[in-house]
């Protein structure tokens, strides 16, 4: 069986529904990512998650949840003192705002048994983690999943690294940018989003943050830019994939995780980049018209 592997953190969604009320669901970049590909991907795929989890009914429950979205969590280390992290959204009118608790997650210690990582990464067809992933670390362990990725990671496996840049998580801007980067320089595929390249690294334009990544070892550099046109430079080739408008946008949540997961499904199963544009595209198009991270997999058609 071939399998997707995903390492990061799945938190407790907290969002308003009437006066005084919570919907609880559960959600993260990287678990997204996987749900989207796990909808798109047929049985004979694995898709497996990798993180760190409490042993408290909230942590159980948020297994439950993943492994009954048929992504396999159960050999995640179990951090017995620590609890899920938790975000709740506050909404203003269209505009939304998240509030976070996930400074002692459980997630946090994800590298605690790291041998049984490695073994999962071995075993994996594309490895998947983000900026977000590594932000959440310490330097310590953010150093040691590198170097283990690098080591373990099979040679004819793809390494694919979203640097989903959210500052607020690092202390430090300029290890930030060293720590990015060199996840980019181990990696196959690097999938960033333009917006934030673009204050971070200073880039001017797509084609910047394309060559920059490429410069660093990357031979799949996709470049997301919202409703503009997808960038992608690979093997040295550029290509500009224009995004067909869709009408209905609600929540733009999620909507790089939805490309990311849509894009590997399609790459895994075709190895056609273009198709797998296509497929990322339709499937984060379906994203931002549904209010929340995840949409339902029934709604889900490709
Ligand atoms: P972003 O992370 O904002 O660059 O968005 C990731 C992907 O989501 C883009 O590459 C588009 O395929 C899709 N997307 C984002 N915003 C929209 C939108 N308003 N309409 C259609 N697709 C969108």
Not at 9 to 18: F, G, H, Y
Not at 103 to 121: F, G, I, P, Y
Not at 256 to 275: I, P
């Amino acid at each position: 069986m071939s399998t997707i592997l995903g390492i990061g953190e799945c938190m407790v969604e907290l969002s308003p529904r009437n006066e005084g009320q919570l919907d609880k669901s559960f959600a993260g970049d990287v678990f997204n990512t996987l749900w989207y590909a796990r909808a798109a991907l047929g049985s004979e795929w694995n898709v497996a998650f990798h993180s760190g989890f409490g042993n408290d009914a909230m942590s159980i429950k948020m297994k439950e949840f993943i492994e009954n979205a048929g992504i396999s969590c159960a050999s995640s280390p179990i951090i017995s003192d620590r609890v899920p992290g938790l975000y709740m959204i506050h909404l203003d009118g269209a505009e939304r705002s998240f509030s976070y608790w996930r400074d002692t997650s459980a997630a946090r210690k994800l590298m605690q048994d790291a041998e049984t990582l490695w073994a999962k990464v071995r075993e994996s067809d594309l490895v998947f983690l983000s900026g977000i992933t590594l932000a959440i670390l310490s330097d310590t362990d953010c150093e040691r999943l590198l170097n283990g990725l690098r080591d373990n990671t099979r040679p004819n496996a793809k390494l694919a690294f979203d640097p989903n840049i959210r500052p607020r998580l690092w202390n430090d801007m300029d290890r930030m940018r060293t720590v990015i980067s060199k996840a980019a320089s181990i990696s196959n595929i690097v999938m960033p989003s333009f917006e934030d390249e673009q204050v971070w690294f200073g880039d001017a334009t797509p084609e910047d943050t394309a060559k920059r990544y490429q410069a660093l070892g990357a031979t799949q550099i996709i470049v997301k830019n919202g409703e503009d046109a997808t960038l992608v430079l690979h093997d040295g080739e550029f290509s500009l994939h224009p995004v067909t408008p869709v009408s209905g946008v609600v929540d733009t949540t999620a909507a790089g995780d939805s490309f990311n997961g849509g894009y590997f499904a399609e790459l895994l199963q075709t190895d056609d980049v273009a198709q797998a544009i296509k497929s990322a595209q339709s499937c984060a198009g379906t994203c931002v018209c549904f209010n929340g991270a995840l949409v339902p997999f029934e709604r889900l058609t490709s």
